[in-house]
């Protein structure tokens, strides 16, 4: 399977999603389903709608180049046997296929993990809000001591939210504090 997927695939792939391997299905139903399998490939140039014609013309070009993939009864289509195998092929593939927002769980939550073992959290649990210093903080939200509060501040602020998003309460609670007191802790670095 190529690494890009066609048109014609992703557009299989719909009209068998919602039913098109057993039945007739009308076009604007195919046009929705291909615009939630692929918005930025099935949309109007210029608005985020399901582009109808440009699914029309996708699926009469599916029974082009000798294949006859989609059978048509006025305004519905249904797969042919071979165009549901190829859909299916297709959708195993799209099943996976590692999707984007994989890496950035996979970024998050290693972050989240890198926090729950770094010393300032730590100190923190020993101590409350006393207990991390700045170089600790610093190293924590990947920062420098002289960065500017407003940055530092955004940084845990930020880190906080991934850290509620995967229910990391604690580290939550922790990177909360620290933000909230960051000018006092920072201030007591400089004296």
């Known amino acids: 399977m190529p690494e890009r997927i066609g048109l014609v695939d992703y557009a299989l792939v719909a009209l068998m999603r919602i039913g098109g391997d057993a ?6 139903d ?4 291909a615009y939630r399998l692929a918005p930025d490939r099935f949309r109007w140039r210029r608005h985020d709608y399901p582009n109808l014609e440009l ?9 082009k ?3 006859h993939l989609v059978l048509r009864d006025g305004k519905g289509r249904m797969l042919s ?4 195998r190829r859909a299916k092929h297709v959708l195993g593939s799209l099943e996976a296929a590692p999707r984007a927002d994989d890496a950035l769980r996979r970024k998050d939550l290693a972050d989240l993990a890198r926090m729950e ?3 300032a959290f730590a100190a923190w649990r020993r101590a409350g809000v006393a207990g991390p210093d700045a170089v600790d903080l610093a190293d924590l939200a990947r920062c420098s001591v002289s960065t500017p509060p407003a940055v530092f501040e955004d940084r845990l602020r930020r880190s906080q939210a991934i850290a509620a998003r995967w229910h990391r ?8 504090d620290a933000a909230d007191h ?3 802790i920072l201030a007591e670095e400089i004296t």
């Open 65 to 67: 180049r000798g294949a």
């Open 169 to 176: 309460d604690e580290l939550a609670r922790f990177l909360g």
């Open 117 to 119: 073992h770094h010393p």
């Open 81 to 84: 046997a071979e165009g549901t």
């Open 55 to 63: 699914v029309r013309v996708v699926l009469s070009d599916a029974n």
């Open 23 to 28: 039945g007739m299905v009308d076009l604007e």
């Open 182 to 184: 960051l000018v006092r």
């Open 30 to 33: 195919i046009a929705v389903e």
